[in-house]
């Protein structure tokens, strides 16, 4: 299926057609906006350029990492949970539908993904990309280091909140390999990609991952020093990370907050960090202007309880997409 008004723009292609939005319906004024009334679908040609949502619809790179699979639900329960979210303006948000990974064919699914995170780019676009299990990151990945941005602001970075490096260096791409297939993509390449974890916790990453962190030159931050009593601590490491790069690939994995409030993840924290510092980042890196693409993984609704989860991601997004969107006019 092929989300464009066939009039040149960039095709972005998806194995699912967007459905229609609902929701809650307060009235017919803009005073009653809600996101279900300002997203339609994708349309190539639009003059007006804000951001656009695709699902990836996968949980094998979580079945591969021996996670709880689940997670392939996560695109329809974030469109569901971000729905009836209130917005103070008209913003052009489009939706262009769910690539999914169906048949087991992880990688040809992110090479799907990465052909959509490029097209929409190159039509200036912010692809917020709603996973899905983490292995989200490397098809988002791939796709912003094919954009034609990549092409004159080459200083890529990956910031990545996370409780876990996903590093691992096993055979089979996984949920815990994405950003190790990344750097060494970049480093085959020759090109610079600097890439940074907030929200680490200890007890959940092996010497070897801390080691292969190390390798490969990735600053990061325990989830212990990041609370929000350690604000300016948080601003100095995300100041070195920004001055660094001339792009930003910002992806959430939903396991970095506190089980109490994301359990409807693969692995929840037992320790975490908090839903203040999580949000403060988002909004921290979304006015650097160098953002360039978003995903959120490890939504598994399966396990969510009270759609905590969902809603608190629908969150975040909102925060990153209301700050990076201009309105309507």
């Not at 999914?100 to 995170?117: F, N, P, Y």
């Not at 917020?128 to 983490?134: D, F, N, R």
């Not at 990151?137 to 910031?159: D, N, Q």
Request: include cysteine.
């Amino acid at each position: 299926m092929t989300a464009t008004d066939g009039s040149g723009g960039a095709e972005i292609v998806v194995d699912v057609p967007p459905a229609p939005w609902t929701g809650r319906i307060d009235g017919d004024g803009p005073e009653h906006l809600r996101w279900h009334g300002a997203v339609r679908p994708y349309d190539a040609s639009a003059s007006e350029t804000g951001c656009v949502l695709i699902g990836f619809a996968s949980d094998e790179g979580v079945r591969r990492n021996l996670g709880r699979v689940g997670a392939a639900a996560g695109p329809d329960a974030l469109r569901a949970a971000l729905a009836s979210m209130a917005l103070a303006a008209p913003l052009p948000i489009e939706d262009a539908g769910t690539v999914a990974v169906t048949d087991g064919d992880l990688e040809a699914g992110q090479r799907r993904l990465a052909r959509a995170v490029t097209a929409a780019i190159d039509s200036a676009r912010l692809p917020v990309v709603l996973g899905g299990g983490h292995e989200v990151a490397y098809g988002t990945y791939l796709g912003v280091a094919a954009s034609r941005p990549r092409r004159t602001r080459p200083r890529l970075g990956i910031l990545n909140l996370d409780a876990h490096f996903d590093l691992r260096a096993d055979p089979v791409p996984s949920s815990g390999t994405p950003f190790r297939q990344a750097l060494e993509a970049e480093r085959a390449a020759g090109t610079p990609l600097r890439y940074a974890v907030l929200g680490i916790s200890e007890p959940s990453n092996t010497p070897a991952l801390f080691a292969a962190a190390a390798t490969h030159d990735v600053h990061h931050l325990l989830d212990e020093n990041c609370t929000p009593a350690n604000l300016t601590k948080i601003d100095t490491f995300l100041d070195a990370f920004v001055s660094a790069v001339d792009l930003i690939h910002l992806t959430i994995d939903l396991d970095v907050l506190p089980a109490s409030v994301t359990p409807g993840v693969s692995a929840p924290a037992a320790y975490g960090v908090p839903l203040e510092t999580i949000h403060h980042v988002c909004a921290r890196i979304t006015t650097t202007g160098k953002l360039i693409a978003l995903d959120v993984a490890e939504l598994n609704p399966t396990l969510d309880i009270d759609n905590r989860t969902a809603r608190t991601a629908a969150r975040l997004i909102h925060t990153v997409v209301t700050r990076h969107v201009a309105p309507t006019t």
